[in-house]
């Protein structure tokens, strides 16, 4: 699949750069779509001047339903079950504990988009309790890249993180 405008950069060597246009041809939907994909953080993107690019990588995930789920993202996906079960066991002192670890985490020097995440954590911790679970668990690039910048640490016991990471680990086999 070859796009009009695609660009090659540096770092996705052979990964085409498309324009939300010519990724909402791929997909079958509108351009605003695909906007509103890259905003909620489902499509990853950048911009080039002030337009967004996605990589057709990227676009072609989307399109196939496909998770491209590396080791660390289970490992964080799996934490984040962890977490998630210890919010619906103990809520006020987990959602505490986050609150005082985000403001901590606003509070020191961050990068790119780190500061999108924290605020986008700071409303999740603040708005409904099925939003924050929703949005911990699931294996959305969103939810990824917020588990990336995750204000729970120190909710769950070592031995739960240790057990947790252990599960990555094996994955599917049986234990």
Known sequence: MR????QTLAGREGDQLLTTGEAA??????????VDLCEAGDLP????????????SDVEAVRTGRTRMNRQDLQSLILAYAVA????RNPKATITKAK???AAMKDSPSRGSTRVW???WESLLNGPMINLLQALTASTQRSRELR????????????????????ARVGHAPL
């Open 85 to 88: 079960g210890e919010i619906v």
């Open 118 to 120: 924290l605020n986008e």
């Open 45 to 56: 993107h950048t911009l080039v001047g002030k337009h967004r690019r996605v990589y057709q």
């Open 148 to 167: 990336q910048n995750s204000p729970f640490a120190g909710v769950i016991s070592d031995e739960t993180r240790r057990n947790a990471l252990n599960l």
């Open 3 to 6: 796009a009009t405008h695609a």
């Open 100 to 102: 005082h670890n985000l």
């Open 25 to 34: 041809r791929v997909l079958g939907v509108s351009r605003q779509h695909v």
